[in-house]
């Protein structure tokens, strides 16, 4: 009963270097969400899938790429990091979108860009 | 916009103490309110929801109950325990999106 798993748990990337964050379910759940959180902010949203094949931005998207594999997995790419992007990241599905659904996170990975 | 605020913490009880987080949202229409709880080192887990207004979510100990006429959802416990001690978000969800807004969280430590 794996639920979301995050790779990798910890990170640390030089200022410029690209890496991606990895994100898989096995709840057969068609949504997935990225969100950072940073202390003091909360949670906030930076690119969302409401089903394979779909991805729409959130709050926080510049710097950050996303890519949908397959229903399973949804992947997040740091093109050039910057020390504003140094958070903790988590990973979140729900079987589909609306409020009738909660979502299940994985248990994240932190970033530090030095 | 939407928006949650939460009150800021860290909240420090005595095990066995009331407890009070207040929520209050900004929404038009009537949103779904959400309380998530993150035990250290974790992500974050559903810990209650209200769908529409006098609600009352519950689990675990824990009540919320959906006020419309105060745009409030705040979180209470009769006793808490040690290991209740975790950060707490207040979120909401309108029927129309498609993602919840969190609040900021609020940090509860419990003493023994």
């Known amino acids: 009963n794996a639920g979301v798993t995050q790779t990798p748990k910890f990170q640390v990337l030089k200022t410029g270097q690209s890496m991606t964050l990895q994100c898989a379910q096995d709840?057969?759940?068609?949504?997935m969400y990225w969100y950072r959180q940073d202390p003091g902010m909360g949670l906030r949203l930076i690119y969302y899938s409401a089903s394979e094949g779909t991805t729409d931005k959130g709050e926080v998207p510049n710097g950050y790429n996303v890519s949908r594999l397959n229903k399973r997995e949804f992947s997040l790419r740091l093109e050039s990091a910057a020390p504003s992007q140094t958070s903790v990241y988590f990973c979140?599905?729900?079987?589909?979108?609306?409020?009738?659904?909660?979502?299940?996170f994985g248990s994240g990975t932190r970033l530090t860009v030095v | 916009g939407n928006s949650v605020t939460q009150m800021e913490g860290p909240v420090t009880l005595s095990e066995e103490a009331f407890l009070t987080i207040n929520c209050t949202y900004t929404a038009t229409g009537y949103p779904s309110l959400f309380w998530y709880v993150q035990y250290p080192g974790e992500g974050l887990q559903l810990l209650l929801k209200?769908?529409?207004?006098?609600d009352k979510g519950s689990n675990k100990g824990f009540e919320a109950t959906y006020r419309k006429e105060t745009t409030s959802f705040h979180l209470e416990k009769g006793s808490v325990q040690v290991s209740d001690s975790a950060v707490y978000f207040c979120?909401?969800?309108?029927?129309?999106?498609?993602?919840?807004?969190f609040g900021s969280g609020t940090r509860l430590s419990i003493r023994p």
């Open positions: 709840m057969n759940h068609n949504s």
């Open positions: 979120a909401l969800m309108r029927s129309s999106a498609s993602k919840i807004i």
């Open positions: 979140a599905s729900s079987e589909n979108t609306g409020p009738n659904y909660g979502y299940t």
């Open positions: 209200a769908t529409k207004a006098d």
